[in-house]
């Protein structure tokens, strides 16, 4: 069952009734002003940092699920009617419902009693601000006389605080109005100095500031009394609830339209000028007031609106796939590549099911969520890139977590997670791969953000490696530390103590247990490494590495083998983890798809027989789940993966981060329809149909879907924020596609379904344009026989760095 469908011409999901099975929401902002939005206007706004700059409120995990955003409220004067154009927080019974989400906009149109509205929401690039561009049609015969109403609640800034503070944040809200314009100015006279501000193109009947006089006492978003009653009270927040609503009179003849531009902002005064209160004459002359008049004008909205369309066209012209599926290209084209800005952005801070206020951004999960944006916006992934290894801690290891608003690393759940700094590594090559910038790796970076320690950020690299080769454990394989990739997998966790968290609990030395995962990671970041090296003259460093990494591999081929795939890990007590000789958890899909991927086991036939085993004991109709058999019980000595129910999550949930490195490791063994299979099963415009089942937004990636012993299988959990989307995008495009950036120029190797005849690829790679036409005559899965460069022949399939300008590329499979 379907809830809207896809506009591909428009870029856009159009969802056509307002009941989706769960929120499904859109982002706004790309930049530093950044917003999430739901098909009925839930949501919230908020500055750079989803807890410490949040501009406006909302309670997590409501009833109903999404309550709080930026609604709208119609009254007919005539009749006393009252509505929400978004259907919620009314629920009103509209007569027609779309919602549009679009990239960096969100537009939801609606009919009620013949009365149309038509709200567009998006940040303008550059800009620190929101719009809502309401239009509202009158479809009667008559004239009608319609009271428009604004509505938000502030945040008082820190989320945290804000949800938990209440002695103290009931007396500290302060607002202050000025020619229409609400300006919500708590905290702006001691230690922040900023403010956010409310305003409207049209003049104003009235406004209100103080929640309870909008809604009345004892009353929800679902029925404010002041709109009720047609009129808002003036009132001034002293304390308590700020909010901001407006009062728009629209008397409109048939067929007559009315355009209504709200404009939600954010300003923070330069440091030199301090204690600026949003009324002082010079900042408001100097800088908000000209940007609010801007933006209260329709054409500059359109041009903005133009913009940001513009902007968007320009990310996603740099690969462009047509092949014989719809559900590739809609995801390689349009969804994916969005959702990994998404990713890049926000990363796992703020989203429907992250809270804005736990985690910042990860050192695991940005390094490889780069791996999505870095062909997009280069210049930024080089920043992240300095930005995360400025984190890196003199061991080599890192904070697990960095704040973005200070880009410090934050020790809430340690450092000791040891696969955390390999993904460095992977970042930096694929960075340079995309740009062949290689000036990166001598840029002068510090630990700790410690000034004085600086290093080149090649020594980072280095110290990545190190880190783990002082951390061997008895076979020689990596320790694991307080986790892995898999943050559940806690093997270090074994206490005599009852009642021990299984969130803290380290008393044994981690000095046993080891992760074939890690091992797997090794493998493939020391050759990258290697690479770099070599080609930077380090040619003895490069030897050493690939050394090191060949020594992993026999070590995994001697301890990490079970016999028909590769071992998980060893526990605490040296015991295996994923094997046969486990009652529960005997195979873990983790090893399989990035040892595999990583090039283990592909010359001794181990790469095919673990990927037989993921077939056989993992895969399932909805994606392959991360562990088989799923965990009966709380183990322990195994940690948090045992806490989740059967299914769920780690304990067996389809995870959809790591179901891409399976796809991947089918096209080393060249096994094409094996890694579009996999690849569809979890691709969200596939599941579309079976929306009912799946629940979560049918453009995006979710982290989870419910295993297959789960009494919910098939059903999304935690959409957007997952390095899924990135690792989807690489398998898709690079390896089943197979378009790929080497450091050496762009490879061209195929893995695709035999049946296929062929597919097109665009790609921007260097400054030039490769448009590559890849034909397969003889319905191969892969193996390119011939290629063509601008009609001439060339040798192999790795294409060279070829001048700026349009290049053909004819590529023959066989
Ligand atoms: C996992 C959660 C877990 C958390 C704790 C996340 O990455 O997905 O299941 O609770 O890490 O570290
Ligand atoms: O690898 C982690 C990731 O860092 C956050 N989400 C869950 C994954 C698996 O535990």
Redesign the pocket.
């Known amino acids: 069952m379907q809830f809207g469908y896809f506009d591909d011409e428009r870029r856009e999901y159009v969802i056509t009734r307002p009941d989706t099975p769960l929120p499904w929401i859109n982002y706004l902002g790309c930049e530093e002003y950044f917003g999430i939005i739901s098909q009925t206007a839930g949501g919230y706004s908020f500055f750079r940092d989803a807890r410490l700059r949040r501009l406006t409120r909302y309670r997590y995990n409501n009833a109903p699920l999404d309550l709080g955003g930026r609604y709208l409220y119609l009254r007919d004067d005539r009749s006393g009617q009252t509505w929400s154009p978004s259907w919620m927080p009314a629920r009103s019974a509209l007569s027609e419902f779309t919602c549009r989400h679009g990239l960096g906009y969100t537009s939801i149109a609606s009919t009620f009693d013949n009365i149309h509205v038509e709200t567009t929401y998006f940040v303008p690039l550059g800009e620190t601000l929101e719009i809502w561009r309401c239009r509202v049609t009158n479809q009667r015969p008559k004239p009608a006389d319609l009271s428009l109403f604004s509505s938000i609640e502030f945040c008082l800034w820190d989320a945290w605080d804000d949800a938990t503070n209440f002695q103290r944040n009931f007396s500290t809200g302060e607002v202050e109005i000025k020619d229409g314009v609400i300006y919500h100015k708590t905290e702006y006279r001691e230690r922040r100095n900023h403010f956010a501000y409310f305003a409207c193109s049209a003049p104003i009947e009235g406004f209100d500031t103080q929640r309870e006089a909008f809604l009345g006492a004892y009353r929800g978003w679902d029925a404010p009394l002041a709109v009720e009653r047609g009129s808002l009270s003036n009132s001034v927040a002293h304390g308590w609830q700020p909010i901001g609503a407006h009062h728009v009179r629209l008397s409109l003849a048939p067929s007559e339209t009315r355009e209504v531009i709200f404009v939600l902002g954010y300003h923070e005064n330069p440091k030199d000028q301090k204690f600026d209160p949003p009324d002082s004459q010079t900042l408001n002359k100097r800088t908000v007031k000209p940007v609010i008049a801007r933006y209260l004008d329709s054409h500059q909205v359109q041009q903005a609106l133009d913009d940001l369309r513009a902007y968007w066209d320009g990310l996603l012209r740099i690969q462009h796939a047509r092949t014989p599926n719809l559900h590739v290209d809609r995801m390689v084209n349009i969804w994916n590549p969005y959702q990994c800005m998404a990713t890049f952005n926000i990363s796992r801070s703020a989203s429907l099911y992250e809270s804005g206020i736990g985690r910042g951004l990860g050192f695991r999960d940005s390094n490889q969520d780069l791996l999505g944006f870095v062909h997009m916006v280069p210049e930024r992934a080089r920043q992240r890139i300095l930005d995360l290894a400025a984190t890196q801690l003199p061991s080599g290891g890192a904070y697990h977590q960095y704040q973005p608003l200070t880009k410090r690393g934050n020790n809430d759940?340690g450092s000791n997670f040891n696969d955390d700094p390999h993904w460095l590594i992977l970042a930096v090559a694929a960075y340079i791969k995309e740009t062949g910038d290689w000036s990166i790796l001598d840029e002068a970076v510090p630990y700790d953000n410690l000034p004085g320690s600086e290093t080149p950020l090649y020594e980072h690299l280095q110290r990545a490696v190190q880190y783990t080769l002082d951390r061997l454990g008895p076979h020689g394989l990596p320790l694991i530390g307080r986790?892995d990739w898999n943050?559940?997998l806690n093997l270090n966790c074994f206490s005599d103590t009852p009642g021990q968290s299984f969130q803290t609990t380290t008393n044994k030395d981690g000095k046993v247990a080891e992760s074939i995962f890690i091992a797997g990671l090794f493998v493939l970041s020391t050759q990258e490494l290697a690479a770099l090296a070599e080609r930077t003259g380090r040619l003895e460093d490069a030897a050493r590495y690939r050394a090191e990494s060949a020594r992993m591999r026999e070590l995994i081929y001697q301890y990490g083998w079970d016999g028909e795939w590769f071992l998980r890990a060893y526990d605490d007590f040296g015991n295996k983890v994923g094997s046969q000789e486990c009652q529960e958890g005997k195979i873990f899909i983790e090893p399989q798809g990035f040892c595999v991927l990583a090039g283990v086991g592909l010359e001794n036939g181990y790469a095919q027989r673990a990927l037989d085993s993921v077939a056989r004991w993992l895969a399932t109709p909805h994606g392959i789940v991360l562990q088989q058999p799923a965990y009966s019980r709380y183990y322990l000595h195994l940690g948090?993966i045992s806490s989740?129910p059967p299914g769920y999550?780690?304990n067996a949930g389809i995870f959809c981060h790591n179901n891409p490195w399976v796809m991947i490791a089918e096209t080393r063994v060249g096994n094409g329809a094996r890694a579009m299979e996999y690849y569809l099963r979890i691709n969200p415009s596939n599941r579309e149909a079976i929306s009912e089942v799946h629940r979560c937004e049918p453009y995006v990636y979710a982290?989870m879907i419910a295993g297959k012993d789960a009494p919910t299988h098939g059903e999304a959990k935690n959409s957007w924020l997952t390095g899924t989307a990135a690792w989807n995008y690489v398998a898709i495009t690079q390896w089943i596609l197979g378009v790929r950036p080497e450091l050496d120029g762009l490879r061209i190797d195929p893995c695709i379904p035999p049946e296929w005849e062929g597919f097109t690829f665009r790609r921007i790679f260097r400054g030039a344009e490769y448009v590559i036409e890849v034909r397969n005559p003889r319905h191969v899965s892969k193996g390119v026989t011939a290629v063509r460069v601008d009609g001439k022949v060339w040798q192999g399939n790795l294409l060279p760095i070829l001048p700026p300008g349009v290049h053909t590329i004819e590529v023959e499979l066989g």
Request: hydrophobic share 20%.
């Open positions: 759940i986790a943050d559940c948090e989740y999550k780690e982290q």
